[in-house]
Nanobody, 126 residues
Framework: QVQLVESGGGLVQAGGSLRLSCAAS????????MGWFRQAPGKEREFVAA???????????YYTDSVKGRFTISRDNAKNTVYLQMNSLKPEDTAVYYC????????????????WGQGTQVTVSS
């Protein structure tokens, strides 16, 4: 497992931007698929985006439909960090955002991820 710490959440107006960061411990960060999930009050945790790396410049990113074209996931294996750039934010994006790690390949299922951060609150006002 890896230890994950998120940062970058906050309050922003609709149409604004935020960038979330997730710093990971451990020497095998590059071996993990990294994901972002979110959970709004009274709702289940849902998949937002994930990124895998297969060596060199072979990064593969995946998104849930509601954030495609607005959010960008990226990773810096040298810094053991994964990012989520969120643009054109909407009030419905309000949630606690969690970073997670999975030793396998791509997955959008929370149950596949075995390491989780503590979460960071994102609030989008209308």
């Amino acid at each position: 497992q890896v230890q994950l710490v998120e940062s970058g959440g906050g309050l922003v107006q609709a149409g604004g931007s935020l960038r979330l960061s997730c710093a990971a411990s451990g020497r095998t960060f590059s071996s993990y698929a990294m994901g972002w999930f979110r959970q709004a009050p009274g709702k289940e945790r849902e998949f937002v985006a994930a990124i895998t790396w297969r060596g060199g410049s072979a990064y593969f990113a995946y998104y849930t439909d509601s954030v495609k074209g607005r959010f960008t996931i990226s990773r810096d294996n040298a810094k053991n960090t994964v990012y989520l750039q969120m643009n054109s934010l909407k009030p419905e994006d309000t949630a606690v955002y969690y970073c997670a790690a999975y030793i396998g390949g791509y997955s959008a299922r929370p149950s596949d991820f075995d390491s989780w951060g503590q979460g960071t609150q994102v609030t989008v006002s209308s």
